[in-house]
């Protein structure tokens, strides 16, 4: 069946370290998209991807940093300079704006 | 700015009743709409889009646009326990969404 998936499911951070959350699919769409959910709030935009090694900041970029090298991975980095990086981290893919998103299962990130 | 807004709730409607979510946005060039369910703990899932004014009907799912009002809703009839969850509201900006901060839905037994 087709998909996202994102590894890890959780994820704990300690100060000061870098890490990579994953993203796969297996749509074949060309676009992708990382969003950041805090409690009670809605969905942010952190980076959007359209095609292969090219991708987009959105609304909440600063501390964060992606890499498009293959059509079915969009990776997230959360670098030692996003300061409040505790949230539900959601990667979507879709076929073009006029579509619905297709998410993947998220992962939760804790700093400890 | 680009902003969606719904009222966040808890919205509580006692089972077998309609529940109705509403959603305003802020750019009148939005052309797609969307709304996701959202469990707790969970990612979301599309359960309805609408992209031209009017009623949208999908089982026990309507969706409703007034661009003129800038305006789109959602309605649950015959609303189950199993409904309960939070409802988001997508809008198109360009290339991408923006979400709304959903409305938390409860259905009681």
């Known amino acids: 069946d087709g998909g996202i998936t994102q590894s890890p499911k959780y994820l704990f951070r300690k100060e000061g370290q870098n890490v990579t959350l994953s993203c796969e699919q297996n749509?074949?769409?060309?676009?992708m998209y990382w969003y950041r959910q805090d409690p009670g709030q809605g969905l942010r935009l952190i980076y959007y991807s359209q095609i292969v090694n090219d991708f987009q900041k959105g609304d909440i970029a600063e501390g964060y940093s992606v890499s498009r090298e293959k059509k079915e991975s969009f990776p997230l980095t959360v670098t030692s300079a996003q300061k409040n990086p505790t949230a539900f981290y959601l990667c979507?893919?879709?076929?073009?704006?006029?579509?619905?998103?297709?998410f993947g299962s998220g992962t939760r990130l804790t700093v400890v | 700015q680009k902003e969606v807004e719904q009222n966040s709730g808890p919205l509580s409607v006692p089972e077998g009743a309609i529940a109705s979510l509403n959603c305003t946005y802020s750019?009148?060039?939005?052309?797609?709409f969307f709304w996701y369910r959202q469990y707790s703990g969970k990612s979301p899932e599309l359960i309805m889009f609408?992209?031209?004014?009017g009623d949208k009907e999908d089982g026990r799912f309507t969706a409703q646009l007034n661009k003129a009002s800038q305006y789109v809703s959602l309605l649950i009839r015959d609303s189950q326990p199993s409904d309960s969850a939070t409802y988001l509201c997508?809008?198109?900006?360009?290339?991408?969404?923006?979400f709304g901060p959903g409305t938390r839905l409860s259905v009681l037994p």
């Open positions: 609408i992209y031209s004014n």
């Open positions: 997508a809008v198109n900006y360009g290339q991408n969404f923006v």
């Open positions: 979507a893919s879709n076929e073009d704006g006029d579509y619905g998103y297709t």
């Open positions: 749509l074949n769409h060309d676009a």
């Open positions: 750019d009148r060039g939005s052309q797609s």
